[in-house]
């Protein structure tokens, strides 16, 4: 079964950073894009961060020059270094694993940023 563990989350103050890893296991890692979703209370989960095969990275614009994906396909694991982090952050994080047929998300990461 497919697994995807999120971690890294947790409260930090406006302005801190934190660090999200999302480490795979089961699939064939190197082959499959990854990104970052976010799900605010009563709000529908969105696009944070999407990096393919290849390393090319997309960004919503909310998060522009304050976060950066990366990933290690030899730790089948993918990176979200989150600087600068505002209250309007706060949201449970998700890992995201797809290619041409399956889609596969992790559980989520509580991320709490107070003012």
């Known amino acids: 079964q497919v697994q995807l563990v999120e971690s890294g989350g947790g409260l930090v103050q406006a302005g801190e950073s934190l660090r999200l890893s999302c480490a795979a296991s089961r699939i064939t890692f190197s082959t499959y894009a990854m990104g970052w979703y976010r799900q605010a209370p009563g709000k529908q989960r969105e696009l944070v961060a999407t990096?393919?095969?290849?390393?090319?990275?997309n960004y919503a614009d909310s998060v522009k020059g304050r976060f950066t994906i990366s990933r290690d396909n030899a730790k089948n694991t993918v990176y979200l270094q989150m600087n600068s982090l505002k209250p309007e952050d706060t949201a449970v994080y998700y890992c995201?694993?797809?290619?041409?047929?399956?889609?596969?998300w992790g559980q989520g990461t509580q991320v709490t940023v107070s003012s």
């Open positions: 995201n694993a797809q290619d041409s047929i399956w889609n596969f």
């Open positions: 990096i393919t095969r290849r390393d090319v990275t």
